[in-house]
């Protein structure tokens, strides 16, 4: 199929999530319809437990639905074998997560480079890309320092850098500020606002209203399905 270049970025038609936990089944998604446009900058808030992590893995297509349909670019990949989504994945996801995910011994820009590895980018153009990234988030003096060297608030920048390497068409992050302290958090916050800037489209997931007050768009979820989507007032 070929990829569409009009219309949402991202669609989710009556997506369900069911998780099996031996003889009990949880429903964690009930029939979710989710439209990501290109550009959006996306809130999702909610309970715990209302389903908000679920629905950043499924759209992200770090997992599949167990019923419902995921468009992507127009071309329905809700039934993508792993080695197709993995594929389409590393050229059009970036991700970022509450607890940095860096690898340990190695260093910032390295980190930063992993992408571009599988992507078959060669060695000294993966470098000089990473470096390039890594400045772009204020870290242009630490690129050889090690996870055990930096930061949370730092860490999350090693993450988004490398989140943002394949220049992918959506960055999805849960919780990026929940393991930071309030100065760090905006600073990522800021971060991920100069993207948005720039036209990229960014779905993240928080609890917080301080950091949802950044996003263009708040969606609400209450016991796995959407309760409110709206434009952010403030902006
Ligand atoms: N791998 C899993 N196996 C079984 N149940 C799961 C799994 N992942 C999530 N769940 C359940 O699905 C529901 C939704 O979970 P989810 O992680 O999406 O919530 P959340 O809104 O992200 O919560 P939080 O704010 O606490 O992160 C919960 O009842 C949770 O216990
Ligand atoms: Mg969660």
Redesign the pocket.
Known sequence: MTKRNTGPVLELHAVQ?R???GEQT?Q?LRGVDFTIEKGDFVAIM??????????LQIASLLDNPSEGEVILHGMDVSKYSETELAKVRNQEIGFVFQQFNLLAKTSAWENVALPLVYANVSPAERQQRAQAMLEQVGLGERLENTRAQLSGGQQQRVAIARALINDPTIIFA??PTGNLDTKSGDEIMGILQNFSKEGRTIVM?T?EEDIAAYAHRIVH?RD?LISSDQKNGKK
């Not at 909610?46 to 629905?55: H, V």
């Open positions: 999530k998780y099996r936990l949880i964690a909610g309970p715990s437990g209302s389903g908000k992590s679920t629905l849960d919780e997931v609890h979820l796995g």
